[in-house]
């Protein structure tokens, strides 16, 4: 028996929920992320696609003449610590070269350093092309992320003869190390250059028993090598001198190196912390009027009209959510005041635990909304510039049926992290602390931490065992 299976197009129609974002908050979304610096350029684009857009010029006069009454009272201060030279903190020497006046020098990118060394070295366009390429594809710790095959196959070189040749040149640019495909290369590139004496062993220490260097098997290696225990603890100490990541120093240069803080925290007349949200560099918006007599007017046509309109509903949104973000901001900055007052106050060991959660339960807002509008953004204080994700950390159990903590209640997993590593930047290098000694610390503080809970946040700042850390 056969059966035949029909097959053919049936036109439904159902009703289905679906959850669409306005345009309007879809704007305030996209605003809501963007940190200072990308605000400032999102609203120069926008002046020069809306031409509804335009700077309102009296509150900008109104803020200038702010200014200019704040840079008055400072000129007027500086000349009376001037005049009245018997002033114990008077330097004349501040004021024949004003700060704002010196000259910014910019730093070499580690690509332009390279790039640099490179054209000097070499004149061939091929080795150009394969040095160009390999320095493209160093990371920020300066190892090379493709293999010789990988490049040589990319510039459809027949083999890794040339793509070899150049990347010798390469590693013994300025800094030394630089290019290593993994640790033990990047230490035998340096050894050469870096140690005045103990090279030989050091890199046979390096090349064959790198892994016992780094669990300081000392009296395994003297054994092997036939050398004196004392010998191998100096080589040790020497190859330690040397620099893992040798791009540290000469990261590229990029935008998002310059934070600009959304909010500043500042003490007033009173003592009390305030709140400022940062402006600097958005010109206050409005409607261009034009354009809303010419709408009531009736001189454009239908098509224009609709146009008009569209750009005048896209310059208020704008306008809108640049003032919801402002408000957003200042809302979660107040409540960060309010619970971390006494990180304010004494520093990293006053964090308590907050999460977005309980953010977003005091201002009013959902938990999607508080992850948005913390990315990317920056806090100055009195104790510096942080992010404000840094304020967000969970609670650590005090015993092992703790639940889960109240805001502003417990301690912050971030502030036992901090010190954990004091701690340990403050041991005797000759006894170092073990997680036990840690784990008691905490004890008799009140803190009932696991030794495990110690022993996880350690590995996560990557700090080693009291055993490899030990002199």
């Known amino acids: 028996m056969v059966y035949f299976l029909r097959m053919g197009m049936k036109l439904n129609i159902s009703q289905v929920q679906k959850q669409i974002l306005a345009p309007s908050m879809q704007q305030s979304i996209e605003i809501l992320l963007l940190p200072l610096l990308d605000l400032s350029q999102s609203i120069e684009a926008e002046m020069q696609n809306n031409p509804l857009l335009e700077i309102d010029e009296e509150k900008q006069r109104e803020s200038s003449k702010d200014e200019d009454q704040a840079d008055n009272s400072l000129d007027n201060m500086i000349n009376q610590i001037v005049e009245n030279s018997e002033a114990p903190y008077y330097h004349k020497e501040i004021y024949e070269e004003p700060p704002d006046e010196k000259p910014y020098k910019r730093q070499e990118t580690l690509e332009e350093k390279l790039s640099r060394q490179l054209h000097i070295d070499l004149n061939d366009p091929l080795h150009e092309k394969i040095g160009e390429f390999i320095i493209g594809n160093i990371n920020e710790d300066g190892y090379l992320t493709l293999s010789c095959e990988e490049i040589a196959e990319i510039l459809g070189l027949q083999d890794t003869t040339e793509v070899e040749f150049v990347l010798k040149i390469i590693q013994d640019f300025d800094p030394v190390g630089m290019a290593a495909r993994d640790l033990k290369e990047c230490l035998l590139l340096q050894i050469p250059h870096k140690l005045n004496s103990k090279i030989e062993l050091a890199t046979i220490m390096v090349r064959d028993y790198l892994q016992e260097l780094g669990q300081k098997k000392y009296q395994y290696m003297a054994r092997k090598l036939k050398v004196s225990l004392d010998e191998i603890k100096e080589t040790a100490r020497l190859i330690a001198s040397l620099d893992p990541r040798p791009a540290r120093n000469y990261r590229p240069i990029r935008g998002s190196i310059y934070i600009k803080p959304d909010v500043s925290v500042v003490k007033d007349e009173n003592d009390r912390y305030v709140i400022n949200v940062n402006h600097d560099g958005l010109p206050p918006l409005r409607i261009n009027h034009k354009y809303k007599s010419l709408i009531r007017g009736g001189k454009l046509s239908t098509e224009e009209k609709k146009f008009v309109k569209e750009q005048l509903q896209n310059a208020i949104i704008f306008i809108k959510s640049i003032e919801q973000r402002g408000q957003t901001i200042h809302a979660i900055a107040e409540h960060i005041l309010k619970t971390q007052e006494n990180f304010f106050n004494n520093g990293h060991s006053g964090l308590v635990p907050m999460t977005l959660k309980d953010v977003a339960l005091a201002v009013n807002r959902n938990e999607s909304t508080i992850s948005r509008a913390i990315n990317n953004k920056y806090m100055e204080t009195p104790k510096g510039i942080y992010a404000f994700k840094f304020f967000f ?47 008691k610390y905490f004890t008799r503080k009140g803190m009932n931490i696991a030794r495990r809970t110690i022993a996880k946040y350690r590995q996560k700042e990557r700090i080693l065992p009291s055993h490899l850390r030990k002199i």
Not at 409 to 416: H, K, P
Not at 426 to 434: G, M, T, V
């Open 393 to 439: 950390s969970q609670a650590v159990s005090q015993n092992q049926n703790a639940g889960p903590q109240e805001e502003g209640s417990g301690v912050s997993n971030r502030s036992v992290k901090e010190k954990i590593k004091e701690l340990i930047e403050h041991e005797d290098k000759s006894s170092p602390l073990s997680d036990a000694d840690i784990q």
